[in-house]
């Protein structure tokens, strides 16, 4: 069992380049995230799709865009990198119980970009 | 602005003794809390959780607190060993943020053997 894979693990690109980083996952979640993890900045919310067909800003979203392609895949994508989206990524799921949000996240294990 | 705060960035603690790891939140809207637990090139893992009906959770080693009125949550291990070296995040969510969970910056556990 997989659980949340994404790809690649590690890019470089060139500032004004573009790239989508790729998340699957086969738990049959209803949520998925895009995280970015930065030193003394913890994790932060980019966008999130709480079901299939629908996705919303999280905390940072300037700068990027996603696509809920179905119910197992979520991709991010940079337009035009620049070098303040070196970091690293994370892609999660989640299940929400019933009405309640008390599901867990489950991580993919990261995509490491540098954008020079 | 952060709404999930871990002020220690890093807690060195000899094997077999507690450690302690903090977490404080502004928004009192949230209602559900989660620690996770880092590894050097791994996406975090779960590690345990608490509603905020509640004031402890235990798993094993690991115990959760909550005081709603300090708005503050800690993460006791006991006893501490050396594979419980990372870095510990906290998150809260509520119903009120959607599907967002928000996270703390993170505190590096080193257990010395």
């Known amino acids: 069992n997989a659980g949340v894979t994404q790809t690649p693990k590690f890019q470089v690109l060139k500032t004004g380049q573009s790239m989508t980083l790729q998340c699957a996952q086969d738990?049959?979640?209803?949520?998925m995230y895009w995280y970015r993890q930065d030193p003394g900045m913890g994790l932060r919310l980019i966008y999130y799709?709480?079901?299939?067909?629908?996705?919303d800003k999280g905390e940072v979203p300037n700068g990027y865009n996603v696509s809920r392609l179905n119910k197992r895949e979520f991709s991010l994508r940079l337009e035009s990198a620049a070098p303040s989206q070196t970091s690293v990524y994370f892609c999660?799921?989640?299940?929400?119980?019933?009405?309640?949000?008390?599901?867990?996240?489950?991580f993919g294990e990261g995509s490491r970009l540098t954008v020079l | 602005d952060q709404q999930v705060k871990q002020n220690s960035p890093s807690l060195s603690v000899q094997e077999g003794r507690i450690s302690i790891l903090n977490c404080d939140y502004t928004?009192?809207?949230?209602?559900?809390f989660l620690w996770y637990k880092k590894y050097p090139a791994e996406g975090p893992t779960f590690l345990i959780s608490?509603?905020?009906?509640?004031d402890k959770n235990e798993d094993g080693r690991f115990t959760v607190f909550l005081n709603k009125s300090a708005k503050h949550l800690s993460l006791h291990i006991v006893p501490s060993q050396p594979g419980d070296s990372a870095v510990y995040f906290c998150?809260?969510?509520?119903?009120?943020?959607?599907?967002?969970?928000?996270f703390g910056t993170g505190t590096s556990l080193t257990v010395i053997p």
């Open positions: 999660a799921s989640s299940v929400p119980s019933g009405g309640l949000l008390t599901g867990e996240l489950f």
């Open positions: 738990m049959n979640h209803n949520s």
């Open positions: 799709s709480a079901s299939e067909g629908t996705t």
């Open positions: 928004n009192s809207m949230f209602d559900y």
């Open positions: 608490i509603s905020s009906i509640k």
């Open positions: 998150a809260a969510s509520s119903a009120n943020t959607g599907n967002q969970f928000y």
